[in-house]
Nanobody, 120 residues
Framework: QVKLVESGGGSVQPGGSLRLSCATS?????MGWFRQAPDKEREGVAT???????TYADSVKGRFTISKDNTKNALYLEMESLNPEDTATYYC?????????????????WGQGTQVTVSS
């Protein structure tokens, strides 16, 4: 079991920025972020593989940046140009799969989530 604890969520106005952090008991081969808005299906946001390769959902490309620090056992999500559609609970996820795709079932480890609210 990989323990994941998210932090950094909060409220921000449209166009603003937030930096989410995830403290993990170990940096796995594949780590990432999913999000879920109220009454909506969870969706993948970004992933980062052990070699540094990253993937992003089309909706966040150019605005969000995923990164990790293996020495600190930490995962980050820098969010820029936030809009109301980004409002959701954001979850840190981790797994050991060779791929690193937006497939929920491939991530056995999930954090409790941190709330991000974007509104005027």
């Amino acid at each position: 079991q990989v323990k994941l604890v998210e932090s950094g969520g909060g409220s921000v106005q449209p166009g603003g920025s937030l930096r989410l952090s995830c403290a993990t008991s170990i940096v796995t081969w594949c780590m990432g972020w999913f999000r879920q808005a109220p009454d909506k299906e969870r969706e993948g946001v970004a992933t980062i593989f052990r070699d540094g390769r990253t993937t992003y959902a089309d909706s966040v490309k150019g605005r969000f940046t995923i990164s990790k620090d293996n020495t600190k056992n930490a995962l980050y999500l820098e969010m820029e140009s936030l809009n109301p559609e980004d409002t959701a609970t954001y979850y840190c996820v981790a797994g050991w799969m060779a791929g690193c795709r937006f497939v929920e079932n491939e991530f056995p480890n999930w954090g409790q989530g941190t709330q991000v609210t974007v509104s005027s």
